[in-house]
């Protein structure tokens, strides 16, 4: 029962976090205002809003208009639950709960990336508190934090001169805060695993002939997943 509790408060915060990736696009007050159905804009009662629970009781459909609902939103709150478990597993109290909102920060960027092609100063903002709290929690080492800071963030911006719109401005700030957080040795690998990875998936899409060679593909999916699996490399692989 305790594991399960666990999850079931990371599904919470992960119910959240689904308002947030739905509402910032939108531009909307993600503090105020009851949650609505998007279709018929219904608002939605309490036992409407169970993580995990009113998904699967209502077969993935709005009570009022039974218009399906994505199946992203039962995903994020899976995942919500697992990491919140992981995290508690992997760390103390204190790291725990940083480590578990950079992550949830982290899954914001990307899927709102993935949707609107665009990355949020709030949400860079809000990665930058966490990073400086992680590094004063961990090691808070200056040197290290301004190198990784600079080395790909400059990179990207360099790579811009010579290839126009070779990386979004919002993809160069999460570099810059990542490089914060990771710093200099790490940041390098993270960022040639995000460039095989996206390579990777565009030559796929190229071959199905879903996309095209000038067209864009959202970067910080990849930048997001690089970044979390390198902060946590040395509690995947101890030797």
């Given amino acids: 029962m305790f594991w ?3 999850f079931f408060i990371g599904a919470c915060f992960g119910s959240f976090f689904n308002v947030v990736i739905y509402r910032l696009p939108l531009n909307e007050s993600i503090i105020k205002g009851r949650s609505y159905c998007p279709n018929c804009y219904h608002q939605l009662s309490w036992y409407d809003l169970l993580p995990i629970i009113s998904y699967l009781c209502l077969k993935g459909r709005c009570r009022y208009c039974l218009k399906k609902i994505g199946i992203s939103h039962l995903v994020i709150e899976v995942i919500g639950g697992i990491l919140f478990v992981y995290c508690f597993y992997q760390y ?3 790291k725990m709960i940083i480590v578990y909102f950079i992550a949830m920060v982290l899954l914001v960027i990307a899927l709102i990336d993935l949707k609107t092609f665009n990355i949020y100063d709030i949400t860079i903002f809000i990665l930058f508190i966490l990073t400086i709290i992680y590094r004063l929690l961990t090691s808070f080492d200056i040197l290290d934090m301004i ?5 790909i963030s400059s990179l990207m911006m360099g790579i811009n001169i010579f290839i126009k719109d070779g990386f979004g401005i919002g993809d160069i700030e999460l570099m810059f805060v990542s490089g ?6 790490n940041i390098i690998i993270a960022f040639m695993i995000a460039i095989i990875t996206g390579g990777i998936y565009s030559l796929f899409l190229l071959l199905l002939k879903k996309t095209t060679m000038h067209s864009y593909i959202p970067f910080a999916p990849f930048l997001t997943g690089a970044i979390f699996f390198m902060l946590q490399y040395d509690n995947i692989f101890i030797f």
């Avoid at 190198?147 to 080395?151: D, H, K």
């Avoid at 914060?180 to 040795?185: D, E, K, R, T």
């Fill in 4 to 6: 399960i509790s666990l």
């Fill in 92 to 94: 103390d109290l204190y």
């Fill in 147 to 151: 190198a990784g800071s600079l080395v």
């Fill in 180 to 185: 914060i957080l990771l710093g200099f040795n």
